[in-house]
């Protein structure tokens, strides 16, 4: 970028002097226009938007995969003739890990700046830990919860900080006490 300011300083010298315009600005009027760069430059974001977008992409995923994964597993497994609860039981298992795989997906396609393998991490994480505090406590809703509390802390804590545009004017000085002013885009 530094060379594009360069290159325009340069052709601002080289040009006949019937072509430059200047433009003198006085100290509040620079001082205005810097504030007006800097809040165009910055967009804001609502992180409690994203939280509940990133959720609910989530949780959508999970349920989508969740469902894929039971039915493959339903139908891969082979049961006695006649126990009826073991269909059902291997339904759950493959609907179980599906669903956890499924998190991290919705989730990262929700949000442009989500790293997709520390989600992952996140939900095998919750995952883990609900396993022990089901086997523990006999409480099912773990299951579903644990993994969705992982993902989304991993999700946050990884997350990469959006780029940020910028335009920067600079003045620099001239012949003959001149100022010409350089605006430089950064994307």
């Known amino acids: 970028m530094r060379h594009i300011a360069a290159i325009v300083l340069?052709?601002?010298?080289?040009l006949p002097q019937t072509l430059i315009a200047g433009v003198v600005l006085q100290d509040g009027e620079i001082d205005r226009l810097k504030e007006t760069t800097d809040t165009?430059?910055?967009?804001?974001?609502?992180k409690s938007?994203?939280?509940?977008?990133?959720?609910?992409?989530?949780?959508?995923?999970g349920i989508?995969?969740?469902?894929a994964g039971g039915f493959a597993n339903a139908a891969i497994?082979?049961?006695?003739?006649?126990?009826?609860?073991?269909?059902?039981?291997?339904?759950?298992i493959g609907g179980w890990y599906g669903y956890v795989v499924g998190l991290p997906i919705?989730?990262?396609?929700?949000d442009t700046h989500d790293r997709f393998i520390y989600s992952l991490a996140g939900s095998l994480t919750g995952g883990a830990a609900?396993?022990?505090l089901t086997n523990s406590k006999d409480e099912f809703w773990t299951l579903i919860i644990c993994p969705l509390v992982g993902t989304i802390i991993m999700s946050e804590f990884s997350r990469k900080p959006p780029e940020v545009r910028r335009v920067?004017?600079?003045l620099f000085p001239g012949p003959k006490g001149r100022v010409s002013a350089v605006a430089t885009l950064r994307f």
């Open 10 to 14: 340069i052709l601002g010298l080289c």
């Open 40 to 46: 165009l430059s910055v967009k804001k974001e609502n």
């Open 49 to 61: 938007r994203r939280i509940v977008r990133k959720l609910a992409g989530g949780v959508l995923g």
């Open 64 to 67: 989508v995969l969740g469902m």
């Open 77 to 92: 497994s082979e049961c006695p003739r006649g126990a009826s609860f073991c269909e059902l039981e291997n339904f759950f």
């Open 106 to 110: 919705g989730m990262n396609r929700m």
């Open 130 to 132: 609900s396993l022990v």
């Open 168 to 170: 920067s004017i600079g």
